[in-house]
Nanobody, 119 residues
């Protein structure tokens, strides 16, 4: 198994910033993509940002120019820097990592971290 541990959520006023972190751990695994999704009450889970290793970075239109995803390869960690936060960014944010371990594919999710933006 590849396990994910998230941190960094919290309560912030509109216009503020937060940084989320997600560390992947396990044995003999490789990573193809790392990303962040979010789910607001009553809504479906949606992609926020994703790094496809060696390929590209995708952002949801609603966060372009405000959020930045980055990765520390040595630490198998992905970050989401969120600036100029808006109340509509309020959601539970989930880290997602996909890749292979011992030649078998995996798709791991973090436990979720709450981000609340007050107006």
């Amino acid at each position: 198994q590849v396990q994910l541990v998230e941190s960094g959520g919290g309560l912030v006023q509109a216009g503020g910033s937060l940084r989320l972190s997600c560390a992947a751990s396990g044995t003999r695994f490789s990573i193809n993509a790392m990303g962040w999704y979010r789910q607001a009450p009553g809504k479906q889970r949606e992609l926020v940002a994703r790094i496809i290793v060696g390929y590209n970075i995708n952002y949801a239109d609603s966060v372009k120019g405000r959020f930045t995803i980055s990765r520390d390869n040595a630490k198998n960690t992905v970050y989401l820097q969120m600036n100029s936060l808006k109340p509509e960014d309020t959601a539970v944010y989930y880290c997602n990592v996909v890749g292979s371990r011992e030649l078998l594919p995996y798709n791991s999710w973090g436990q979720g971290t709450q981000v609340t933006v007050s107006s």
